[in-house]
């Protein structure tokens, strides 16, 4: 299998995770066979990846039913539904957690995004998920909302493995890493084991694209259209060197010499929105180690199937990524007005997932009953 593009990226240094989990995943084997035939070691999920499993099949339907005669009400029962998937795929991953050492083999669930801007309920929601999967190689996902960071903050102080979701722009990506290393100094501080926490920021790529070719082409001229499609790979290349930078410091330095671990950046939003792209763009053009990249199992088909990967794609492309965003803005397009545009989408676009999964359920119960 070494000479599969999964496994060329596997080689170069990039981890690769599924973006997607199912109970019907999990008991069929699905799960395993991607473990073994596509390179894949580990898992993301969000509330728009549990709606679409929990709305089609009938692979809930016993634990529903035993849910709804317990009496559960709709949000123990997403709790519960959810926390057991997770926790089920994080024991199917737990061979590659072990031979890792911990920095693979991860399945990461998310707080409910409606808590995205109350640090202290998300504090306490990651506890309780943390608890109830109960598993070293869970990752709960907080949302890199400025009530956020305080959050990040506080259960990395905690000991609890945290993947930074939703993050849009480079000075954002700063401020997790930051929140990141003082939660690492406070867990320090308190005597735990630094080695056992684990981090990856989350930088989201084609939603970029989506948001500034679309202005793009309004603008319409031929310097606006041949900027098409540059900006989300550009924004993501000058992550990983924000990345290079933070933890080259002698702050991060002291942490990592008592055991901490760098937080990898990860490609997330990596499936090709528009089809005029090759659709392993975000995956060859952000080749480069101490990464992950989420793939849809639409993008990892795909880059199994045909990916060209020609090393490390990321490496010295940076004052060729800054011009594009300079370019940008001299078109007018404002990089803090999209970013900013972008996080307030997703947090929204998750609350409306959160409520479909909840409507879902609250249906079955109800008809279980």
Do not use: C
């Amino acid at each position: 299998m070494t000479s599969t593009p999964t496994a060329q990226l596997s080689a170069l240094g990039v981890s690769i995770w599924l973006d997607d989990l199912s109970r019907d995943r999990i008991t069929s084997g699905g799960l395993a066979a991607l473990i073994a035939d596509r390179n894949v070691v580990g898992v993301t999920t969000n509330p728009t990846i549990f709606a679409s499993a929990l709305a089609t099949g009938t692979t809930y339907d016993a634990q529903i039913r035993e849910l709804a005669a317990a009496g559960a009400d709709v949000s123990r029962a997403v709790f519960e539904i959810t926390t057991d998937d997770v926790a089920a795929a994080s024991d199917i991953f737990a061979g590659v957690y072990g031979s890792t050492g911990g920095q693979d083999g991860r399945v990461s669930i998310e707080v409910e995004p409606g808590l995205a801007h109350d640090a202290a309920g998300t504090i306490a929601q990651a506890r309780e998920l943390w608890a109830k999967v109960d598993r070293p190689n869970a990752m709960i996902k907080i949302p890199a909302t400025l009530e956020g960071l305080e959050a990040i903050t506080e259960t990395i102080a905690a000991g609890i493995s945290v993947n930074v979701t939703l993050i849009f722009s480079l000075e954002r990506h700063r401020a997790v890493i930051d929140a990141y290393l003082a939660g690492l100094e406070k867990a320090h501080a308190a005597g735990i084991d630094l080695s056992t926490i684990h981090s990856v920021a989350s930088f989201f790529v084609s939603r970029v694209d989506t948001e500034i070719d679309r202005r793009l082409t309004e603008i319409g001229t031929p310097e606006a259209l041949a900027l098409k499609s540059k900006a989300g790979i550009a924004n993501a290349r000058l992550a990983y060197e924000v990345f290079e930078q933070a933890f080259a410091t002698e702050r991060a330095a002291a942490l990592l010499d008592a055991g901490a671990n760098v937080q990898r950046p990860l490609w997330a939003s990596t499936g090709v929105k528009d089809p005029s792209l090759p659709d392993t763009l975000y995956v060859t053009e952000l080749a480069v180690g101490s990464t992950v990249n989420t793939m849809p199992e639409k993008t990892l088909q795909a880059t199994f199937d045909h990916g060209v990967i020609v090393g490390d794609t990321v490496s010295g492309s940076y004052d060729e990524a800054r011009a594009v965003l300079a370019a940008l803005n001299e078109l007018g397009i404002s990089y803090d007005e999209v970013t900013a545009l972008l996080e307030k989408e997703g947090v929204e676009k998750f609350i409306v997932s959160w409520n479909e999964l909840l409507d879902t359920v609250s249906a079955a119960l109800e008809a279980a009953r």
